[in-house]
């Protein structure tokens, strides 16, 4: 979660990422194709990663929140966590937008809980063929 090289693991609204020098990640918005940037501040000894996101390198703000609690504290097996993703609904953001990115996150869930459980790596798929019907 604090990896901007494995951001694109799991990220599914912000697609053909690329980490700059100074760790800066820049993306591609799906829906609409806008470039988005994304700094990621994690702070482990909270458990918490907070993900800074903006039209504009110099214009991010602190949008979405991951926690990682340990099982344990929910009654759960220690080799366990819950992942708790918060998202902040910026003033103009309407209906529309805003359920695309509720969408997308609950999809990201998704996949971080199987790159957990299974270590899958999609990015190690060969490209697919044009006209191949994948």
Same mark, same amino acid.
């Given at each position: 979660? !604090?990896?901007?090289? *494995?951001?694109? &693991?799991?990220?599914?609204? !912000?697609?053909?990422?690329?980490? *700059?020098?100074?760790? +800066? =990640? =820049?993306?591609?918005?799906?829906?609409?194709?806008?470039?988005?940037?994304?700094?990621?501040?994690?702070?482990?000894?909270?458990?918490?990663?907070?993900?800074? /996101?903006? $039209?504009?390198?110099?214009? &991010?703000?602190?949008?979405?929140?991951?926690?990682?609690?340990?099982?344990? /504290?929910?009654?759960?097996?220690?080799? #366990?966590? &819950?992942? !708790?993703?918060?998202?902040?609904? /910026?003033?103009?953001?309407?209906?529309?937008?805003?359920?695309?990115?509720?969408?997308?996150?609950? +999809? %990201?869930?998704?996949?971080? *809980? $199987?790159? /957990? %459980?299974?270590?899958?790596?999609?990015?190690?798929?060969?490209? #697919?063929?044009?006209?191949?019907?994948?």
């Amino acid at each position: 979660m !604090t990896d901007p090289g *494995k951001m694109d &693991l799991w990220s599914f609204g !912000t697609w053909r990422v690329s980490v *700059k020098s100074d760790g +800066l =990640v =820049v993306g591609t918005a799906i829906y609409d194709g806008a470039q988005v940037f994304v700094r990621i501040e994690p702070h482990p000894a909270r458990l918490l990663v907070d993900y800074q /996101v903006g $039209s504009a390198a110099d214009n &991010l703000q602190p949008r979405i929140s991951v926690r990682v609690t340990p099982g344990t /504290v929910i009654g759960a097996p220690r080799d #366990s966590c &819950l992942l !708790t993703m918060t998202a902040l609904r /910026v003033d103009g953001m309407d209906e529309t937008r805003w359920s695309r990115l509720t969408q997308a996150h609950a +999809l %990201e869930v998704e996949l971080i *809980k $199987s790159l /957990v %459980e299974t270590g899958f790596d999609h990015r190690a798929l060969p490209p #697919s063929e044009p006209g191949s019907g994948v």
